[in-house]
């Protein structure tokens, strides 16, 4: 009797396995066919299976009818990325469970190359980065930025190294606004070799000093850079600018003085060249600096804009010093420190006119040349630029 009930648990269990995988060949034919959500039912019923559960080639059937369904939802919303995720999660958890050098492993790892008949493709995880490629492209051209991104991440998960996907989801995370994000795919990109890496330290740069505001670690960021490109003239720039937000004067002078040797007429470097100058008091060696940078670029803004600032500042010195004289010496010396003064003064328009050209809706460029021309006693071009400004900001535009 003994051997009979055993007999008929073994028959039973065979038949439960047996069950069971016929479930999983099941599967596999509505996977081929394209019933994928009577697939996908199937399939974790196997799993559930201590037999078919526990074979790899089960939850290699999973991952890649999930991939079929992510493929085949041309919506290209959040519940579509969900089901590439699922995919992405179930061939980890399966090349985790059989390793790489198995069967399964290299069946998981296949290389697909793009534009083989669909009947052909392996559906491996290199199938769920091309056509998660594929959707970020198609999102892309659709101006749908956020759903772009969130395809190439799914990508760029998939395959660290591919450098492509990681530029254009850097790219795209930082046009967001997702620093984060950005810094993440900007540093697996810094973490390439052979990979031309200029562009990716700029955007690292640029989100650590302007974004996050921590100019230690942006420093840092451009020391590497410029060991691995040591001739770049704008990774020069950047750490002149960084070791002024430092205020490290003198590591900022002795950079400036480099650059220059390697570069005279870069405008950016003269102009952090006069700042530092001004600092440090040599107000005619600033002015200097502006006025060159505008002389290299005549519409350089910045240029104009400190060469006519300065030239304005060492006039108001003037008379605030021939104010501070006792009236003996302010009769003796008003007319020429006067005469002095509005050289300064006249001598500031070219650059602030230039200023304007430039931006001509700034009102308060328009403000000083309302003064300058005021303290000149030109009548009619203190008066042109009073018109402006009531028209611009109403007829009291001087309480501002």
Known sequence: ??????????????????????????????????????????????????????????????????LKMFGSDSSNTMETLEKGQ???????????????????????????IPGVPENLRPYSINTLKN??????????????????????????????????????????????????????????????????????YYFMVQILSTEEKNPEAAYDIVMAAREDYPSDKILAEYEIQLLLQLNKMDEAMAQIKEALANDPENTS??????????????????????????????????????????????????LAELNSLSDAEWEKRSESMGKEANQYYSDAIPYFEKSLELRPDDTDIMGILYQIHTRLKNTAEAEKYNNKLIELLGPNWMER
């Open 1 to 66: 009797m003994k051997k009979l009930i055993l007999s008929l648990v073994l028959v039973g269990a065979t038949t439960l396995a047996f069950g069971q995988k016929k479930v999983v060949r099941s599967a596999e034919k509505n996977f081929k066919s394209g019933d994928l959500a009577t697939a996908l039912s199937e399939v974790n019923t196997a799993l559930q299976d201590p037999e078919t559960g526990a074979d790899p080639e089960t939850h290699l059937l999973k991952a890649k009818i999930q």
């Open 86 to 112: 699922a995919s992405y999660e179930t061939f980890q958890q399966t090349l985790e469970k059989a390793g790489a050098s198995s069967k399964v492993g290299e069946a998981i790892l296949e290389d697909d």
């Open 131 to 200: 056509t998660s490629f594929d959707k970020a492209i198609t999102q892309y051209n659709e101006d749908d930025f956020e759903m772009a991104y969130e395809f190439f991440n799914l990508a760029g998960e998939v395959d660290k190294s591919d450098t492509t996907i990681h530029y254009n989801a850097g790219f795209l995370a930082n046009d967001l606004g997702r620093f984060e994000d950005a810094k993440k795919h900007f540093g697996y990109l810094l973490e390439i070799p052979e990979y031309n890496k200029l562009n990716a």
């Open 269 to 318: 470097i003269l102009l952090r060249s006069g700042y530092l100058k001004e600092q440090s008091g040599d107000i005619d060696g600033a002015l200097a600096d502006y006025k060159k940078s505008v002389q290299v670029d005549p519409d350089f803004y910045e240029g104009n804009y400190y060469a006519g600032a300065l030239l304005l500042e060492k006039s108001r010195e003037i």
